[in-house]
């Protein structure tokens, strides 16, 4: 194992996560993702726990259902790490784990290299920063995100509860995503335009900006190629696939654009929208898809004050 993997592998379990002596640790990962899942199981171990590696099969989209055993084990687990190809952080299984106290990071498509590179950031920054965009979008009643490209989205954010995805992972039942570095919300209403420049959830970087319209808090449009595919991945779940899940803005200074949205939707400065399964952040819609979609340069005003301008975090 590289120096620059041990010291992330060490960060996650014993910095985010807070891994003690005694404690149970699941890692749930997939063939694909073994070197990584292996890596976090040995390291849980090397901190005291006792650690178990379960190995599934790929699921069908991000946010399909662990199998039922696999659940139950993240249900009875202290801490839960979930390096998988495709995301479990929106399913039944991990808000159930987070309920009965499971500490919960997911690190959806994370690679090797990912994981080295992203999880060297200054830690209390990316906390500071973390919690500083959740704070402003938990006060909010609307953000609304703007662009070069055209983009003019409305978000209602009142009633819901605004989440700092920073590594700080030791409290019971906390969940987050790693690499980290992100705030973000499940929005209770939607409306309006976002030109995506970045990158699309199961599609990849764009190759020319991508419109979306958001009519009722759903998607009904999305242009060229790439939109279309974006599309057809959401409306194979019905109605619900559509919905406008999560409003993020991105806060880790070592993440770049790279096609996968794990690393993508972080990079500092960024907005990113998802459409599917909202319940496990604290919306009501639950179904098997979460995709997020990544716009580079954004202006994010949260009722009228700047939170983030030409691609700049402003707190």
Do not use: W, Y
Not at 175 to 181: E, K, R, S, T, W
Not at 218 to 226: F, K, Q, S, Y
């Amino acid at each position: 194992m590289s120096q620059d993997l041990a010291r992330a592998v060490s960060t996650v379990v014993r910095d985010c996560m807070g891994v003690r002596p005694g404690e149970e640790v699941l890692t749930v990962c997939n063939p694909a993702t073994l070197e990584l899942g292996e890596a976090l199981r040995a390291e849980a171990e090397a901190a005291g726990a006792q650690s178990v590696l379960a190995v599934m099969a790929e699921r069908e989209s991000h946010a399909g259902e662990p199998p039922a055993a696999v659940a139950a084990a993240m249900a009875a687990a202290d801490v839960l790490l979930a390096p998988t190809v495709q995301s479990l952080s929106h399913t039944a299984a991990r808000k159930r784990a987070s309920e009965s106290g499971t500490r919960a990071a997911t690190l959806p498509g994370a690679t090797v290299e990912m994981l080295s590179r992203v999880m060297s950031d200054d830690m209390a920054a990316l906390r500071h920063r973390g919690g500083r965009v959740a704070e402003l979008l938990d006060r909010g009643t609307e953000a609304r995100i703007t662009c070069d490209h055209g983009s003019d989205l409305r978000l209602g954010l009142e009633g819901r509860r605004a989440i700092p995805d920073a590594g700080e992972l030791s409290a019971p039942g906390a969940f987050g995503n790693l690499p980290c570095g992100e705030g973000f919300i499940a929005p209770a209403t939607a409306e309006g335009t976002l030109v995506v420049d970045g990158s699309i959830a199961g599609v990849g970087r764009v190759s020319a900006p991508v419109r979306l319209t958001v009519e009722g808090g759903r998607l009904v449009d999305a242009t060229g190629p790439e939109g279309e595919r974006l599309m057809e991945l959401l409306t194979v779940h019905g109605p619900d696939g559509t919905n406008v899940a999560e409003l993020g803005i991105g806060t880790n200074a070592k993440a770049i654009l790279t096609g996968n949205i794990l690393e993508d939707e972080k990079i500092l400065g960024t907005a990113h929208v998802a459409f599917g399964a909202s319940a496990a952040i604290g919306g009501n819609v639950q179904v098997p898809v979460h995709l997020d979609v990544v716009s580079l340069r954004p202006e994010v005003t949260v009722d009228g004050i700047p939170l983030v301008l030409e691609g700049r975090l402003l707190v």
